[in-house]
């Protein structure tokens, strides 16, 4: 039986997964990241891979690494990442493993992990997107990823809402999605109340008005991106992953009633919106179906 291990390396956990051909977890591991100056996230990533090997009569044959930012054109590296995860731009992961490893963006990585095995099997057009610390994009064509020019295709998170805002996402762009809902923004537009969106998300159950008003826009500014990501690529699904889905209800309800509102809805015929069957592990899955696919 053939193995992958699948790594994902988010801005507030790492995700490790080991992964058969026919996409069946067998073992997984979570570490916090810490991306801060001087802090030894990659020796946490090796550590973990070698938890991931322990005790296997069968071989490793390959590893998947997925990360935020863009691959290079022959996926052995992340080419360009600004301002988080310092080192990782243009370090090989092959050569620090020791094994063959293929290196894909986060979000893409997500999609072939539900086109493949989960959500979005079945389907030929679709739309991912990823939201965690940031929020990340995929888009699938004629059953094929669509990567696009430096393999940037996808990252919805840096659609501006509101252009007013002085705020801007890590591409400069103002009043992006990513700072309206990213888990990274949480402290700044709670004005120092919640360290989380966790924290936020308790206080919204517990009925408290500005963590409800807070959460309520944010989860706005979502359906307003998946209604206008309905009308310009017109999908047969969007499917929503990452951390921020394990929210639950306290998500899906309200999204659903705002793009009630929103969606333009010729012939009754809407967009049909689903959580991520991996949630937060779909990077991870994604990125050992991918280095599978790679050998």
């Given at each position: 039986m053939k193995l992958a291990i699948g790594i994902d390396v988010g801005g507030t956990n790492i995700k490790g997964i080991l992964l058969n051909e026919q996409g069946e977890i067998l073992k997984q591991?979570?570490?916090?990241?810490?991306d801060e100056p001087g802090s030894k996230w990659r020796e946490i990533i090796l550590e973990m891979?070698?938890?991931l090997k322990t005790g296997l009569s069968e071989s490793i044959v390959v590893i998947g690494l997925s990360c935020p930012g863009f691959a290079d054109e022959t996926n052995k590296c992340i080419a360009h990442l600004p301002n988080r995860?310092?080192?990782?731009?243009n370090f090989i992961?092959?050569?620090?493993?020791?094994?063959?490893?293929?290196v894909i963006n986060d979000a893409h990585a997500a999609l072939i992990a539900e086109a493949k095995?989960?959500?979005?099997?079945g389907f030929k057009n679709a739309v991912l997107l990823t939201l965690g610390t940031g929020v990340g994009g995929a888009i699938l064509i004629n059953g094929e990823l669509y990567q696009g020019l430096s393999q940037m295709a996808g990252h919805f998170g840096h659609t501006s809402i509101n252009s007013y805002d002085d705020e801007t996402s890590i591409?400069?762009?103002p009043g992006s999605l990513e700072y309206a809902i990213g888990n990274y923004s949480i402290e700044r537009r709670s004005r120092g109340l919640y360290k989380s969106t966790y924290e936020l998300l308790n206080a919204y159950k517990e009925n408290n008005s500005f963590a409800s008003w807070l959460w309520l826009d944010s989860v706005r500014k979502l359906s307003l991106t998946i209604a206008s990501l309905a009308n310009s690529l017109s999908p047969e699904i969007i499917v929503l992953a990452g951390g921020i889905t394990k929210a639950g209800d306290a998500l899906f309800k309200p999204l659903h009633d705002f793009i009630d509102i929103y969606e333009f809805?010729?012939?009754?015929?809407?967009?049909?919106?689903k959580e991520a069957t991996f949630s937060d592990l779909s990077g991870a899955v994604g990125a050992a179906a991918f280095a599978f696919s790679k050998i």
């Open positions: 591991h979570y570490a916090p990241t810490n891979v070698s938890y995860l310092a080192g990782v731009e992961w092959e050569d620090y493993f020791g094994t063959t490893t293929f095995f989960g959500t979005l099997k591409l400069g762009i809805r010729p012939k009754e015929k809407s967009t049909i919106i």
